[in-house]
């Protein structure tokens, strides 16, 4: 393929890229985290500082804020009293990652610089675009096509980095392999921050190459400002760091040319500083003095403390932060039926392999194994995209916060260009048939569109199967609000209940006329239409539903239609255990259902014998606790809460069950420090922050609990027994 031919398909692929992305772009609605970073980039224009949302860097969200200084955008009041902190959740995280009650750690006033209002970013992006101030589908659209446009830009860097390693046919191959992988058409149209990273992430690595060939100041200087550039666009792109020294190493040692190289990473660093003092001009005071007694309620880190005075600028530095923090608490993740805080090392191997269409697969082993094979005449600049792609996939590995693909995005793209140049070096049989594995992999693409988020491969059991392996962003991302009121529509439906993951506002900005439902509430329904998403229907607090209940429709593949008045599953589970009396899990389902139907002695009796089998399950000795309070036995019910909690420390639902039989024992302190607790892992259980208020106020706290049944109504507003209760406290008041 020649120069004309190679830009010609290239070019041609790329538009076929972005086409692919313009129906997503106007179907979906708000994911979970675009509305804080559209708002938060348009905040950051207008030169509100950038306390808002500082766990994420600013550059990446101001690109995609840059449309909306063009646009009639109005900022509601209420994110405004949020911005300027006149209001607010009670609930913050410490830098260290766990949650704290405001009170705890801002007795005076939030105004604090050290504050990270985390729970206000999601309330300020939702009011931002779902208040009814805005159209949120122009204020997304814009937005989006900026990430369009990174990514494209990435596809360019791909083919022109190839282009230089292996020749035109390689850099066609090259973004082929990119433009049709379904990962990057699924978050390259979001407002997000991986993209960008992605991008100079990408053009680092290729620009630190260069300078190893043919070291200068002036490609010292373009690739620290590569490497500043991608920092201010997310900040796990530190990994820089270890991937180049590497880099440096396997280049320079044989040669041992060190001559020099301290003053080559010494320009880079200067001009990777440049980036990051210029991007977060004019905030380059340095954070205030903190006493050592608020920086250990803070969860403030000891090095910040020490080297506070120097670290300009402190946003930064307060980020890079936070980010170390919440690595260092996890987040709760799941992966093929469980859950966990702390993840798994093996989680984004796994999310790549059922994530990644088969072709692309096959393509990328067979580039790995020609380039493995052709080691012994070992070259440099054709290992570096392999290397680099390994060492970030090790570092991602031995993270914590497993919640997404979309993380490895950067990963991707170094193995398109360590693949495509691997067959543009062979023969043009070779080339063809790496053509053909492109063609296949069209035709997976061109099937998948527009659903790229959901996009599962066959091997997984394709989109419908997805939930069972993975959810979050990885699935079920709150992307589907239209699609859900285009169901109601046309099914005819006034009065679904709905447990729906995502930003609460979109569903009454479209119009869905449905009622927000919790796991407790819905147990109490015999009768009507439920909906449910996928990251919902897979958690523990829906086990009964799974267990009890059949789906009747879906919506896409996100979420989930049941009629709860469908007959039990009872005989499934009785069937089962007559074929394996030591499956422990069907003993828990039939439990279940046992409870369900008014039969609590026999559901105990099962709770039991699940437990016997497997005692280490949190879950069954939570929902045991329930039955025993059903039957009045509140003591033996305290054992089996605090053992869940003891097995599973993060178990919101146990803290406040716990919570519920202490205070109803008269134990109210005792009470409210679980209830509390519950609300610092699961900021927005409304249940739980009704029953802190109800606490609250017989303890005689009646502000406190005023507090308390006015943000529980924020998050559920049609949460009766608080409506009742906060009309009766007033009145007395």
């Known amino acids: 393929m020649n120069k004309h031919g190679a830009i010609l398909v290239s070019g041609g692929l790329l538009i076929l890229m972005t086409a692919l992305m313009a129906t997503p772009i106007r179907e979906e609605s708000a994911t979970m985290d675009e509305g804080v970073f559209l708002a938060a980039g348009y905040n950051y224009w207008h030169g509100l500082g950038f306390n808002f949302d500082p766990e994420a860097p600013p550059l990446a969200k101001m690109i995609s804020a840059t449309p909306l200084l063009f646009l009639d955008v109005k900022l509601p009041p209420e994110a405004q009293q949020l911005l300027t902190r006149q209001v607010g959740s009670t609930v913050t995280r410490r830098w260290s990652g766990e949650g704290q009650l405001v009170d705890e750690g801002f007795p005076v006033a939030r105004d604090n610089w050290y504050f990270w209002p985390v729970v206000d970013a999601q309330t300020v992006g939702q009011a931002f675009l779902y208040g009814g101030a805005n159209d949120a589908t122009r204020l997304l659209a814009a937005g989006r096509w900026m990430q369009v446009v990174l990514t494209v830009l990435t596809g360019i860097v791909i083919f022109f980095w190839l282009r230089r390693l292996a020749g035109d046919a390689a850099g066609a191959l090259g973004v082929a392999l990119w433009s049709l992988n379904p990962v990057a058409l699924a978050y390259g149209h979001l407002v997000l921050t991986d993209m960008g990273e992605t991008l100079l992430f990408v053009l680092a690595v290729w620009g630190f190459t260069v300078l190893l060939e043919r070291p200068s100041a002036g490609r010292a200087v373009l690739c620290g400002l590569a490497c500043g550039g991608a920092l201010v666009m997310k900040f796990s792109a530190v990994v820089l760091a270890p991937i180049l020294l590497v880099l440096m190493g396997l280049e320079a040692m044989p040669k041992r040319q060190w001559r020099g190289w301290g003053k080559h990473l010494a320009v880079m660093a200067l001009a990777a500083g440049g980036v990051v003092l210029l991007v977060y001009a004019p905030y380059w005071t340095p954070a205030p003095p903190l006493s050592p007694e608020q920086a250990t309620r803070l969860g403030v880190p000891a090095w910040f403390q020490l080297l506070r005075p120097v670290l300009i600028p402190p946003d930064f530095f307060k980020g890079l932060a936070l980010v170390a923090g919440h690595e260092s608490a996890g987040h709760i993740s799941y992966l093929w039926g469980q859950w966990r805080r702390t993840g798994w090392w093996y989680y984004f191997p796994v999310a790549m392999a059922v994530k990644t269409p088969l072709p692309l697969l096959a393509l990328t082993a067979v580039g790995l194994g020609l380039w493995l094979r052709g080691l012994r005449q070992f070259s440099f600049p054709q290992a570096a995209p392999w290397l680099a792609a390994v060492i970030y996939l090790v570092f991602a590995m031995v993270g914590t916060i497993d919640i997404g693909v979309r993380h490895l995005l950067p990963m991707f793209a170094l193995l398109a260009v360590g693949s495509a140049s691997q067959f543009g070096l062979r023969s043009r049989r070779v080339q063809l048939c790496a053509w053909l594995g492109i063609g296949w992999l069209l035709v997976v693409t061109w099937r998948a569109h527009p659903h790229f988020i959901e996009y599962f491969n066959e091997a997984a059991g394709g989109p419908p199967n997805g939930y069972r392996w993975l959810v979050d962003s990885n699935l079920d991302w709150g992307q589907d609000a239209k699609q859900l009121k285009h169901f109601l529509d046309q099914q005819g439906i006034t009065n679904a209940d709905l447990a729906c993951f995502g930003p609460r506002r979109s569903i009454g900005y479209y119009g869905i006329s449905g009622r927000r439902i919790t796991s407790g509430e819905a147990r109490g329904i015999h009768s009507g239409t439920l909906i449910i998403s996928a990251s919902v229907l897979v958690s523990p607090p829906w086990d009964w539903l799974r267990a009890c209940h059949e789906p009747v429709a879906r919506i896409g593949y996100t979420m989930f239609v049941y009629h709860l008045g469908d007959p039990e599953t009872k005989e499934r589970w009785e069937r089962m255990l007559r074929i394996n009396p030591h499956d422990a899990r069907a003993h828990y389902n039939l439990a279940i259902i046992l409870e369900r139907t008014g039969q609590p002695l026999a559901a105990i009796a099962h709770y039991e014998e699940a437990l016997r089998i497997q ?65 610092k892992i699961d900021p927005d259980d409304a249940p739980a922050r009704y029953n802190l208020a109800v606490a609250l106020e017989q303890a005689g706290r009646i502000q406190e609990a005023i507090r308390q049944y006015e943000q529980a109504l924020r998050i559920q507003p049609d949460l009766l027994q608080a409506q009742s209760n906060l009309a009766r406290v007033r009145a007395v008041r």
């Open 615 to 679: 005692p280490d399950s949190a879950d069954a000795h939570n929902n045991l606790g329930i039955a025993l309070v059903r039957l009045g036995r509140a003591q033996d019910a305290i054992g089996h809460y605090e053992q869940a909690l003891r097995i599973r420390p993060d178990f919101a639902g146990a803290h406040d069950n716990l919570g519920v039989v202490l205070a109803h024992l008269g134990k109210a302190q005792e009470a409210l420090g679980h209830f509390e607790q519950a609300l």
